[in-house]
């Protein structure tokens, strides 16, 4: 069944009340990362869309990258590798240089914390780039909103292998059905409808994190306490 706003999948028609929320990290409880990172190679005198070409269409880059997602590359050796496909001099605390400017996603962050509060297991799925020396969900503050945490550097798996999305099951101890996931790449998210989990993408339109609480059936909270009418 398909609804709108936000476009939510339920991949069977036996639907289950949800007992697990599963959030993707960037561009789900961060904002515009895009922005930032333009914003940062401007200050650096390179191309605004450097850091988005490297990592995506650069092929050393792109596997140097995918090699760090996997964990089978430390972040400090991406940094020192990546630094001169960039075109950056200096390679210290690469990753965390570029991604100092990125801001949480506040209603999603409440909307976590409120799910959590509501008695909804809250879990992290995501494909990481590293932890050391630069810790992103560390510097955003996030790691406290979950009870479960699947990161693919730990695991040597990345979405959108199916192998992660079980295991993500089997840490929550749940059936499919009984789970909502929310990720902003289209391609992660057919695995997840596969093993029955409900997906939403995270599109960024307005008032999503508000429609996903209610789909939910969670208070819609606001930083300051306040309900959403």
């Given at each position: 069944m398909t609804l709108t706003a936000p476009t939510v999948t339920r991949p069977h028609e036996a639907e289950l009340p949800f007992a697990a929320l599963i959030l993707d990290f960037v561009g789900v409880l961060t904002a515009d990362a895009g922005a930032t990172h333009r914003a940062w190679c401007l200050a650096q005198g390179l191309d605004a869309d450097a850091w988005r070409h490297t990592l995506n269409h650069a092929p050393e880059a792109s596997r140097l990258y995918t090699e760090l997602e996997a964990g089978q590359l430390s972040?400090?050796?991406?940094?020192?590798?990546?630094?001169?496909?960039?075109?950056?001099?200096?390679?210290?605390?690469?990753?965390?240089?570029?991604?100092?400017?990125?801001?949480p996603a506040d209603d999603m962050i409440a909307l976590a914390r409120s799910a959590r509060q509501s008695g909804l297991t809250v879990a992290l799925l995501s494909n990481s780039f590293g932890l050391d020396p630069?810790?992103?969900?560390?510097?955003?503050?996030?790691?406290?909103?979950?009870?479960?945490t699947v990161i693919s550097e730990r695991e040597g798996i990345a979405k959108p292998d199916p192998a992660i999305y079980q295991l993500m099951l089997d840490r929550?101890?749940?059936?499919?059905?009984?789970?909502?996931f929310v990720d902003d790449h289209p391609r992660n998210l057919p695995p997840a409808e596969a093993l029955g989990i409900a997906t939403?993408?995270?599109?960024?339109?307005?008032?999503?994190?508000?429609?996903?609480?209610?789909l939910l059936g969670v208070p819609a909270t606001t930083l300051n306490g306040r309900q959403h009418d």
């Open positions: 972040q400090t050796e991406w940094n020192r590798q990546v630094a001169p496909i960039l075109g950056v001099a200096e390679h210290e605390n690469l990753m965390g240089r570029a991604w100092a400017g990125v801001r630069y810790d992103p969900y560390e510097a955003l503050g996030v790691w406290e909103l979950f009870d479960v929550l101890g749940l059936p499919g059905e009984a789970c909502l939403v993408l995270a599109d960024g339109t307005p008032g999503n994190a508000a429609r996903i609480a209610t």
